[in-house]
């Protein structure tokens, strides 16, 4: 078993690579118990619960928005949901959860818009006894966070550093391949752990020579792309195959972090009239699934918003009713201060040979595969 260090602070995964289930709805379940204390003592079932979610960068945040209202409110809470803009997204997040704290909430979940700058908003909603959840992104740098609920992030970047390897080897079977990184906006912690976890299956290959990074940008800070943006990713791109893949090298691979960079990457190839490399994903974007399926994109990862809305409100109805949510790990999410009682969903790679069965239940999604 891995050491929680592992997914820790994206910091603790930079300096590792310098050296180196489903929601089932029921409300009624019991939670197991976790180190984070007794749970509240319970609170009125109309009371008032926060959401403050990051700017609208992928098409998961604008569904998890809308996926909170109805949810709460279908459950009998009432609901104040907000996002944080796209220009001063840390300042407006911190201010949106003060406002929240002063409301009277008794929940707020927090997908972060920099997971180490908001540790003084989150004491001062522990201080007024209200419970604190972070989404999707782990909080840092605070004793005072109380749950973490999140896709398997670790587990996200293994995935995608597998999912390189794999269509790597579909197009030619024996290396060296040669391959370019990618990662996500530093200020995101999930972007360390995504980025070591797919490290933790390619650098043993890096290391004997069998994978080659061109550039020789294997530094989480060398490939981050702040803000998460595709024109970050454009750019990079644009300049990688400018000043390392010309005379006729080739480009076997990159890893992308996301759906958003893994389009911007592929178009950047294709503005360069060069053959399109494996890229990899995550998020499940309509636009990716149909890139998928085209045969351009290589893969992708499900994370299912609505099973990760749905699990989050069920630990909300758990601390309304005066219990312990349900905790399934207690070891691997260390926020720099103490380890977080976390519930953990299972993350799945999707290529275009099993997209029909991944996105059978997805309405959205399930056309697209036909």
């Known amino acids: 078993m891995r ?9 603790s995964a930079v300096a590792l690579l310098a050296l180196g289930t489903a929601a089932c709805g029921d409300s009624e379940r019991e939670g197991s118990s976790s180190p984070s204390g007794a749970a509240a003592k319970g609170f009125a ?8 979610l990051p700017s609208k960068t992928s098409e998961n945040w604008v569904l998890a928005g809308d996926l909170f209202t109805n949810g709460l409110k279908d459950a009998g809470f009432k609901s104040d949901v907000q996002y944080a803009g796209a220009s001063t997204t840390v300042a407006d997040q911190q201010a949106q959860i003060s406002a929240m704290v002063t409301k009277g909430a008794k929940v707020i979940v927090i997908g972060a818009t920099d997971a180490a700058q908001l540790s003084t908003q989150v004491k001062a909603a522990h201080d007024a006894g209200i419970k604190v959840v972070a989404y999707d992104r782990l909080i840092t740098q605070t004793p005072d966070l109380d749950y973490y609920i999140a896709f398997d992030n670790f587990k996200v970047g293994q995935l995608q550093g597998q999912a390189l390897l794999d269509g790597m080897k579909a197009k030619k079977a024996t290396g060296p391949w040669t391959v370019e990184l990618f990662s996500g906006s530093p200020d995101d912690n999930n972007a360390g752990v995504f980025f070591n976890g797919a490290m933790d299956v390619l650098k043993p290959l890096i290391d004997k020579g069998d994978v080659i990074v061109g550039s020789g940008q294997k530094d989480v800070k060398q490939t981050a792309i702040q803000g998460w943006k595709a024109e970050g990713a454009q750019q990079r791109m644009d300049s990688l195959l400018t000043s390392t893949y010309t005379a006729g090298k080739t480009l076997d691979g990159v890893l992308s972090p996301n759906d ?16 399109i490399p ?3 994903g995550q998020d499940s974007e309509v636009e990716s699934v149909k890139s998928i399926m085209a045969g351009e994109q290589y893969s ?5 918003t609505r099973k990760l809305v749905a699990e989050t409100i069920n630990m909300v109805k758990a601390l309304q009713a005066g219990n312990e949510p349900t905790i399934n790990d207690t070891k691997s999410y260390n926020n720099g201060v103490k380890v977080v009682p976390s519930y953990l969903l299972p993350p799945v790679i999707v290529t275009k040979a099993n997209a029909a069965e991944a996105y059978a239940n997805d309405p959205k999604l399930s056309p697209l595969t036909k």
Do not use: M, Q, Y
């Open 45 to 52: 079932a109309d009371s008032l619960i926060g959401v403050a």
């Open 278 to 280: 494996v890229v990899t």
């Open 3 to 11: 050491k929680f260090l592992t997914r820790s602070l994206a910091v």
């Open 260 to 275: 958003t960079l893994a389009r911007a990457i592929i178009t950047s190839v294709k503005a360069a009239n060069k053959p």
């Open 300 to 304: 992708t990862i499900n994370k299912d």
